[in-house]
């Protein structure tokens, strides 16, 4: 049996708000089981909801996850 490849765990949220602590939860699992296990965390942001996603909510997020060190 050959080895796994190391995971890729992602977090991507719809920039429709802030960060909640919801999201943080999620970021930061996915996060320590990437770290874990030698594998690559990726934000992605959401491009699903454009209605309701805004430029200033993108940078909220990504200031978000620059200040959890994520």
Known sequence: MSP?????????PSPTG????????TALFSW???????GVF???I???????STEASVNVILEGMRWLGL
């Open 4 to 12: 796994s490849p190391p995971p890729r765990t992602r977090f991507a």
């Open 18 to 25: 802030y960060l909640h602590i919801g999201g943080v939860r």
């Open 32 to 38: 320590l089981y990437a770290r874990r296990h030698g």
């Open 42 to 44: 990726v934000l992605r």
């Open 46 to 52: 959401e491009d699903t909801d454009r209605e309701r």
